[in-house]
């Protein structure tokens, strides 16, 4: 069984097949909880009266991705992944127990709390007032509820990520991703301050430590959150991915592979789909091409990754803003040029 939405722009739609029965959303409301309910992501079946059992692949950036926000609206003190606890909670009503995370392109630094909250679990304040935390108001945690009907379901969670951040510390999830979410400098400062109260808030009620396990600062630090309240597992995405999809038979029968993502830079090192395409067509003997919005390695992107050539949108465009207005435009003009 698949969930699945009408856009996407990560992982998920390789993973659906025409066969399954399927889910689609039919309107996403961002990240910000200012949204109302009244607008949130609703689910229909495409045969009314029937309730679903099995698997849904969620992702994340489709609901509370960077993408869907303007400049303006970059600011990790204030988005939540409130909507997509909502899109969770309503799939597991509709029998969906199995459920698959995608990590990537995340708008937030919640923890996944806002997740929680919409699937029931309740944070305190020092005042014992509910509220939604956010990466600003993380520091004001001081009590968990959790829900007893939810904690009572077969509910499983995996979440699918590429990275090893931890949540906290030089290498965690606000001092390298925050900047890109709309952050400053005394932001991040905040927002690890903040993060470092909620982690032994979360880690005393789990009974371990998650501000250092390797993953656990992905997305805002959706790993860390939701393995101390729900026993979220990770899955690394690479691995996922070629798992389901037979990457390696597919690499092994083809005279060309061509691989990328938004930015090469040392992040892509740390387990990323290129650097795990590249290993495979290195076992197997295979050129491997390398497109990308943008190449942060410059020239060493090809010994790195062992490629035949590296290509970036940004060497085409005129400014970040029209490579991704222009994408299409571009890649066509780099397949072009791979097709000689």
């Known amino acids: 069984e698949v969930l699945k939405t009408e856009k996407r722009d990560g992982s998920a739609p390789r993973i659906s097949t025409s066969s399954h029965e399927v889910l689609k959303t039919e309107k996403r409301d961002g990240s910000a909880p200012r949204i109302s309910t009244s607008s949130h992501e609703v689910l229909k079946t495409e045969k009314e009266g029937r309730t679903y059992q099995g698997y849904a692949y969620i992702e994340l950036a489709e609901i509370s991705g960077l993408a869907k926000l303007s400049d303006a609206e970059k600011n990790p003190l204030e988005t939540s992944t409130f909507g997509t606890g909502q899109l969770m909670a309503t799939a597991h009503q509709l029998g969906f127990n199995q459920q698959y995370l995608f990590l990537g392109g995340s708008s937030t630094h919640d923890l996944g709390l806002g997740i929680a909250a919409a699937l029931g679990f309740q944070f305190l304040d020092n005042h014992g007032r509910a509220f939604t935390p956010t990466g600003g108001t993380l520091g004001q945690l001081r009590k968990i509820i959790p829900p007893d009907q939810l904690l009572d379901t077969d509910l499983r969670i995996t979440l699918v990520c590429d990275v090893e951040n931890p949540l906290t510390g030089p290498a965690g999830a606000a001092h390298t991703y925050a900047l890109q979410k709309g952050a400053d400098l005394p932001v991040v400062q905040t927002l690890e301050t ?86 495979l067509c290195q076992k197997w003997d295979k050129p491997l091409v390398l497109v990308a919005g943008e190449n942060k390695l410059g020239d060493a992107a090809n010994s790195v990754f062992q490629a035949r050539s590296t290509y970036s949108v940004l060497e085409l465009a005129s400014s970040v803003p029209d490579a991704m207005t222009n994408a299409e435009k571009y890649l066509a003009k780099i397949g072009q040029e791979l097709l000689g």
Request: hydrophobic share 40%.
């Open 194 to 279: 903040n993060t470092k109260h909620a982690a032994s808030i979360l880690s005393k009620f789990c009974g371990r430590d998650i501000s250092q396990f390797p993953g656990g600062g992905a997305a805002g630090g959706i790993p860390a959150g939701l393995s101390a309240l729900l026993d979220a597992q990770i899955q690394p995405g690479f691995e996922f991915i070629a798992e389901t999809t037979s990457l390696e038979a597919q690499i092994k029968q083809a005279d060309l592979v061509i691989s990328g993502e938004g930015r090469l830079d040392r992040q892509t090192l740390q387990g990323k789909v290129p650097a795990g395409v590249a290993s």
